[in-house]
T-cell receptor, first 112, second 111 residues
Framework: DVKVTQSSRYLVKRTGEKVFLECVQDMDHENMFWYRQDPGLGLRLIYFSYDVKMKEKGDIPEGYSVSREKKERFSLILESASTNQTSMYLC???????????FGSGTQLSVL | KQEVTQIPAALSVPEGENLVLNCSFTDSAIYNLQWFRQDPGKGLTSLLLIQSSQREQTSGRLNASLDKSSGRSTLYIAASQPGDSATYLCAPTRGNTPLVFGKGTRLSVIA
């Protein structure tokens, strides 16, 4: 089965730090996504990518950027972390043939 | 823009009950629909993928149906168990377009 690996389960950072969240998938999928999940707000799309070096803004891209240098890796970058970016971050990879989405285990980020 | 609604937002049932979770979506021009389960503090696990040609999909005690014309899907859980306690989310798919999720139904099964 598809494996989507997020590098950290829990992360604690300080305000103003630059934060990198890494995501790797092992099934050669073109499409990858970053969501954040907050109580009462559900999953919100931050950025997505349809191929290497391609990126598209989602619904809430402000304060974030992404990098897709290799097909298997999609990184989310918080340029200058703020307390309102404390959240659960979820990476997903999409199998186009069956239109099936696979998630990583999530990274709970706390910005102090 | 696609909007997905899940009702109820929370549900508490005694062990052994059969239950139905509902998912509705505004844009019926979808291809498939996927149901997920999420345990607290964890990522989402895919439960069932219903392709529009199938209209229904079963896995063990779970059965999901899809009615595109009415913009609805249901997830039926038979003989519920405490281990079924989790949040269940649905997301319709449409080609390469990013999935839009409902806010989920938080299920508690009481022993």
């Amino acid at each position: 089965d598809v494996k989507v690996t997020q590098s950290s389960r829990y992360l604690v950072k300080r305000t103003g730090e630059k934060v990198f969240l890494e995501c790797v998938q092992d099934m050669d999928h073109e499409n990858m996504f970053w969501y954040r999940q907050d109580p009462g707000l559900g999953l919100r799309l931050i950025y997505f990518s349809y191929d290497v070096k391609m990126k598209e803004k989602g619904d809430i891209p402000e304060g974030y950027s992404v990098s897709r240098e290799k097909k298997e890796r999609f990184s989310l970058i918080l340029e200058s972390a703020s307390t309102n970016q404390t959240s659960m971050y979820l990476c997903a990879s999409f199998e186009r043939t069956n239109e099936k989405l696979f998630f990583g285990s999530g990274t709970q980020l706390s910005v102090l | 823009k696609q909007e997905v609604t899940q009702i109820p937002a929370a549900l508490s049932v005694p062990e052994g009950e059969n239950l139905v979770l509902n998912c509705s979506f505004t844009d019926s021009a979808i291809y498939n629909l996927q149901w997920f389960r999420q345990d607290p503090g964890k990522g989402l696990t895919s439960l069932l993928l219903i392709q529009s040609s199938q209209r229904e999909q079963t896995s063990g005690r779970l059965n999901a149906s899809l009615d595109k014309s009415s913009g609805r899907s249901t997830l039926y859980i038979a003989a519920s168990q405490p281990g079924d306690s989790a949040t269940y989310l649905c997301a319709p798919t449409r080609g390469n377009t990013p999935l839009v999720f409902g806010k989920g139904t938080r299920l508690s099964v009481i022993a």
